[in-house]
Structures are given as structure tokens and as C-alpha cells.
Nanobody, 124 residues
Framework: QPHLVESGGGLVQPGGSLTLSCVASEMTLDYYAIGWFRQVPGKEREGVSCISGDGETTNYADSVRGRFTIIRDNDKSTAYLKMHNLKPEDTGVYYC?????????????????WGPGTQITVSS
């Protein structure tokens, strides 16, 4: 059964940086679109970034564009979310998700597999 596991979360001061990893198992990452989402208690889950199945298209939420970068390393079956200049409003549980979408040129609206999430807290 394909599954995903995130890591790299933690406590960071405003202005700091973190890199989240999403390790995929039992799946060939080349064929999957990957999305990163976040959620805080009381709010709806928010799409942060995604990369298309063909790896050519990336999208970012307006709130993170220019600060976050999504990367997919097919050889390592790992996706990353590099985050810089973190702000308190970036606090939340971050999830990676995947959808089998070989050759897909856009980010899909729905995802099939989800990781358990990793907590990020941005606070001084």
C-alpha cells in the first residue's frame, strides 16, 4: 500500500527557515503529483504548494509565494518543501499528499494518499 511520511517540522523563530521532507513508499514518485497542505485548529485545510505529475508545473498559495519552494526528487522518492522567512501565520500541521497522475501537466484538485502530518510552530 503506498504511503507518505512527513518530517522536518518543529519550532522556529520568525524569519527562520525549515525544510520539510515527504518520503514516499510503495510508489514510483515520477508518476505522482505532489501537494503540500497545512491546517490550524478551527480553520479549513489550505493548499500551500503543488507540483504536477510531469514535474514541470508548480503552484504556490499567494501567502507563501517567494518564500516556499517545492521540490521532487524522484531518485530518493522524496518531496521537499523548503521554507524561508517563516512567519507566525505559517504555524500549523503540514501534510503532503500524492495522486497518481503520470504526465499530468497541472496540479490536481484532489489527492489520493496523505501523510500523517508534521507540526510547524513559528514563534519567538
Amino acid at each position: 500500500q503506498p504511503h507518505l511520511v512527513e518530517s522536518g517540522g518543529g519550532l522556529v523563530q520568525p524569519g527562520g527557515s525549515l525544510t520539510l521532507s515527504c518520503v514516499a513508499s510503495e510508489m514510483t514518485l515520477d508518476y505522482y503529483a505532489i501537494g503540500w497542505f497545512r491546517q490550524v485548529p478551527g480553520k479549513e485545510r489550505e493548499g500551500v504548494s503543488c507540483i504536477s505529475g510531469d514535474g514541470e508545473t508548480t503552484n504556490y498559495a499567494d501567502s507563501v509565494r517567494g518564500r516556499f519552494t517545492i521540490i521532487r526528487d524522484n531518485d530518493k522518492s522524496t518531496a521537499y518543501l523548503k521554507m524561508h522567512n517563516l512567519k507566525p501565520e505559517d504555524t500549523g500541521v503540514y501534510y503532503c499528499a500524492a495522486l497518481l497522475h503520470p504526465g499530468g501537466q497541472t496540479c490536481p484538485p484532489e489527492y489520493q494518499y496523505w501523510g500523517p502530518g508534521t507540526q510547524i510552530t513559528v514563534s519567538s
